[in-house]
């Protein structure tokens, strides 16, 4: 029994090291390399440069008072169309103390002096129907209580611009009814009724009451990187992609590269701006992000090929061309355009050769 179970242990390691021996062998073959292989394709090449930016109005104005003091009402909300003079918003002034104060103390002083005035006129009147006064001297008392008059006019007037915005002389114009200065669409509201606004002057640029803006003419606002901007000039084509409308494609055409770049994350960038044309009916809202195509070159219905199947030696282009199943010969090409992904073939190969794709090592043959 013992010589039986010592035989079947020898049998079975002398099966695990013949084995072993056939596993290793096996591991050591290597398996033939296969390679997938293309032919050249008859395809558009065009050689673009994109700008990224958005799409945003020709003409857009802030509105902005020319008093200062609260908003009474809103007469807008944003979304409404308007025209150049409409009302926008109205402003209730906040007289400042001292101006006040100032112009009433000046109402008064002129209201003294033109009752005195008006007393001399009228006691000298007298004498001068009697024929008891000159009509030159009575003509200084005429000239006294009509300038009194004016100062008291003046003195009005200057009270009620300050409590009101508005004199008595302006009849409708005033400076507390914000208006419109140009046709378009209310793009923005940013403040409320009984908010604060300050007046556009000299020192201040004024509080923003609403923007307002020519939705009917859009232009492309964007960026080119600085290796680009030398290949592109006013006049070219550019296709844009609008993000939130991805299914549209919109042209455009550029007409203004900027003359200095700004630099931006370690790279110069030059602004670009392109007029949209929009079709009749078709509405973009000011601010949309947009990628613009700017074609540069092109080449319709040419063979092309795969950049990534190139070999380089010495300057030159080479490809392996199939003459066999898996059999491979260098052959120099000359190309042309290039997009970045494919390439122009001008000579070199046949359409119906088989090129082989370096890449794809180990994969089955393409037929």
Do not use: H
């Amino acid at each position: 029994m013992k010589k039986l179970v010592k035989i079947t242990l020898i049998f079975a390691l002398a099966g695990l090291f013949v084995y072993t021996i056939w596993f290793l062998y096996q591991k050591s073959i290597q398996k033939p390399v296969t390679y997938k292989t293309i032919s050249p394709v008859k395809m558009n090449i065009i050689k673009k440069t994109v700008a990224t930016g958005a799409v945003v109005p020709r003409k857009e104005v802030n509105i902005k008072p020319q008093v200062s003091g609260i908003i009474e009402k809103l007469f807008v909300v944003a979304g409404q169309k308007i025209k150049r003079g409409d009302k926008i918003a109205q402003i209730r002034i906040i007289p400042n103390m001292i101006n006040l104060a100032n112009a009433e103390s000046r109402l008064n002083r002129a209201r003294l002096a033109f009752e005195n005035a008006k007393l001399d006129f009228d006691r000298n009147q007298k004498l001068f129907e009697a024929n008891m006064l000159a009509s030159a001297d009575f003509q200084q008392f005429r000239l006294a209580l009509n300038n009194a008059k004016e100062e008291l006019d003046a003195a009005e007037n200057n009270i009620q611009l300050i409590r009101e915005g508005v004199s008595k002389y302006s009849g409708k114009s005033t400076n507390t009814i914000v208006r419109s200065t140009i046709d378009g669409m209310i793009l923005d509201v940013p403040l409320k009724e009984g908010s604060s606004v300050i007046e556009s002057n000299t020192f201040n640029e004024g509080t923003t009451i609403a923007t307002v803006a020519d939705m009917g003419e859009m232009i492309f606002e964007g960026k080119v990187d600085e290796s680009e901007v030398g290949k592109i000039k006013p006049g070219m084509e550019l296709i844009l992609t609008v993000g939130a409308i991805d299914s549209e494609k919109f042209k455009a055409w550029l007409e203004f590269i900027a003359p200095k770049g700004v630099k931006e994350n370690g790279a110069i960038q030059f602004q670009v701006k392109a007029e949209v044309d929009l079709a009749k009916g078709v509405f973009l809202r000011a601010g949309y992000s947009a990628n613009a195509d700017i074609v540069l070159d092109r080449r319709d219905s040419v063979f092309c090929i795969p950049e990534a199947v190139l070999l380089f030696e010495n300057g030159k282009t080479f490809v392996e061309v199939e003459t066999k199943p898996q059999v491979f010969e260098k052959r120099e090409l000359k190309t042309g355009l290039s997009d970045g992904i494919n390439l122009e073939l001008i000579s070199g190969i046949n359409p119906n050769d088989r090129i082989k794709d370096p890449n794809s090592a180990n994969s089955t043959q393409d037929k």
